[in-house]
Nanobody
Framework: QVQLVESGGGLVQAGGSLRLSCAASGRTFSNYAMAWFRQTPGKEREFVARISWIADTTDYADSVKGRFTISRDSANTVYLQMSVLKREDTAVYYC???????????????????WGQGTQVTVSS
């Protein structure tokens, strides 16, 4: 059974940092891209960052570029280092994994096969 389990969320003041982790199990993800999305109430899930399976390609939403860093230290673990957090970064953050797809799907939910349950990040002013 495939599982993606996020951790590291919490409450942080604006300007602070958090590191999210995602542990994947149930299969080998070495040839899968991993990504982070986030969602706030009443809004659609939005793309945050993506890292390719050999970790040589990363992609970021404009809203987080320069502040967030996605990385992976093994085939089945991915991280999201979040710095200079803003109130608008408050959301539930989801980890996702997907096989090879065209670049047009990199930032879309449909480009990913597996999803975690999410971890809440709250940024206070």
């Amino acid at each position: 059974q495939v599982q993606l389990v996020e951790s590291g969320g919490g409450l942080v003041q604006a300007g602070g940092s958090l590191r999210l982790s995602c542990a994947a199990s149930g299969r080998t993800f070495s040839n899968y891209a991993m990504a982070w999305f986030r969602q706030t109430p009443g809004k659609e899930r939005e793309f945050v960052a993506r890292i390719s399976w050999i970790a040589d390609t990363t992609d970021y939403a404009d809203s987080v570029k320069g502040r967030f860093t996605i990385s992976r230290d093994s085939a089945n673990t991915v991280y999201l280092q979040m710095s200079v957090l803003k109130r608008e970064d408050t959301a539930v953050y989801y980890c996702a994994a997907g096989g090879a797809v065209g670049i047009r799907l990199w930032r879309l939910e449909g480009g990913y096969d597996y999803w975690g349950q999410g971890t809440q990040v709250t940024v206070s002013s």
